[in-house]
């Protein structure tokens, strides 16, 4: 059953606007802004190299600027010879990349029944509105004993800053606004897993420690990501200057380090399973 418009927790065309001028950005850009994409498509590359099939047909869903099937072709792992034999992308935030099939919306993803024996996404399913759909699509993607292997952002990703928020609103109004999107955590990532009807789920977290000037350095960052808050409902409570000092100074005080920058945790989260 499709979502009503109430029932939508992001707002998902304003998500992908920012994520296609992010990843166009990242293309002139020295300093590759998308280091948790890379740093899981490089776990799900050593994952792939230790499993006993080989692949004919993957999809990678979120291709972003073709990372991934870059860094297979790097590994000497896709092509006749690979583990991969041919890979499809997906992404999303472009209506054409790059030759590649592309679509607008998350909810679009065309998926073709028992056509793949690989699907990979190495970004972005913690930003759509009916995940549990979307696994059961992606499960009837795949042909019987295909693998699905995603990697995201877990429960525990800006966790100092998320407190800062909570702390500095509770203090100057009386309340709190999400500020930072819910994220799943490794426990509900295996059960959504089994929910959809797929076999033998494994999840793992790793923890990432970035390090910045300041919160707003951070800030800069989130935004060259294309990862910013993008709600389907706005914040009755909208951000002021001075609220965001506050905050500012707040997470200077609980996370600066010796050297006065601070840090911000990520998680990232990987799963798989068999269909």
């Not at 990678?60 to 499809?88: P, Q, R, V, Y």
Request: proline residues 3%; charged residues 25%; aromatic residues 10%.
């Amino acid at each position: 059953m499709a979502l009503g418009a109430s029932d939508l927790l992001f707002d998902t065309a304003l998500f992908l606007s920012r994520r296609q001028r992010a990843l166009v950005r990242a293309q002139f850009n020295p300093k590759n802004p998308f280091f948790l994409h890379n740093f899981s498509l490089e776990g799900n590359i050593d994952t792939i190299k230790t499993l006993k099939p080989d692949f004919d047909y993957a999809l990678e869903l979120f291709s972003g600027n073709g990372e991934f099937s870059t860094a297979l072709a790097d590994e000497n792992l896709l092509g006749a010879g690979g583990k991969i034999k041919s890979i499809t992308l997906y992404e999303p935030s472009f209506s054409e990349f790059a030759g590649a099939k592309c679509i607008n919306e998350l909810a679009d993803i065309p998926l073709e029944e028992a056509k793949y024996d690989l699907i990979i996404a190495n970004s972005c399913l913690n930003w759509v509105n009916d995940l549990p759909g979307l696994l059961s699509r992606i499960k009837r993607a795949l042909k019987k004993d295909g693998l699905f292997i995603a990697s995201f952002l877990g429960g525990r990703t800006l966790n100092e800053l998320r407190q800062s928020f909570l702390s500095v609103e509770a203090e100057e109004t009386g309340g709190a606004s999400m500020r930072i999107s819910p994220m799943i955590d490794l426990e509900n990532a295996a059960a959504l897993l089994r929910r959809a009807g797929f076999l033998s789920p494994v999840s793992s977290s790793e923890i990432l420690r970035a390090r910045y000037d300041n919160v707003f350095a951070l800030f800069r960052e989130l935004k060259t990501m294309g990862e910013t808050a993008a709600f389907a409902t706005r914040n009755a409570a909208a951000l002021n200057r001075q609220l965001i000092a506050k905050v500012a100074t707040n997470y200077q005080e609980k996370n600066a380090d010796s050297d006065g920058r601070v840090g911000a945790t990520f998680e990232i989260i990987t799963v798989s399973a068999w269909n």
